[in-house]
């Protein structure tokens, strides 16, 4: 501490000084928390893309019981005949797993996947035109406040893109217009990128 200047300090205790402030315009986490904990009032519906030995089903599967969430489901969608489908889901978490055999692009036209989802992860073909075909077709279908939720994000533009899509700007300032934006929140960690729907006001 020695070798701090003090202009360095009275910086960072001018900082600290705003830190309350600015910590309202960076609320996003505190935001998903809010809506995970409205989930827990009510059956969750988690469908996955690209389920394969499962080792995202397990970990969804997994946080199903850390939270109570007993009769949440997760639908997990796998076209590959020769990969073990869900092998690595342990017993004991199987009976909240629904095994999907088949395409996405068939699931979405019959009548197998339920109405209204809380969570979508995509883990499919990760093409740019794949995955911004899956992320509009489940944003259709995610309630309001359900999350959407992508792996390797890296791969193309689609992500971005559809986020892109998801904004509304007041014509004057250019910047959100938050009550024509159809996202709560949105982010990226890592490779993996979620945003929050919003409903749209009628
Ligand atoms: C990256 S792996 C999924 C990994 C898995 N989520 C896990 O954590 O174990 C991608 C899988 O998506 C499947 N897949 C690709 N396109 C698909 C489609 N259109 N419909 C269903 N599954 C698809 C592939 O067969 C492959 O097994």
Redesign the pocket.
Known sequence: MRGLSRTWWRRAKKANQHEPVSMRFYNVWETVSRFAAENRKRPTVVV??????????AFILKAFVDEGLTTAKLYS????AD?EQGA?VPDELRPQFVPLW????DFVKGDQLPASIDMFLH???HSYR?MLWEFREFWERLRDRGLLVSHDVNLNAAFPEFVAKTYAHNKKTGRLDAQRTSHYEWGRWGYIGFVIKKEKAD
């Open positions: 996955e893309s690209g389920g394969f030995v499962g080792m995202s089903s969608i796998e076209w590959d990969c690595l088949g395409k996405v692009e883990d499919s073909s794949h």
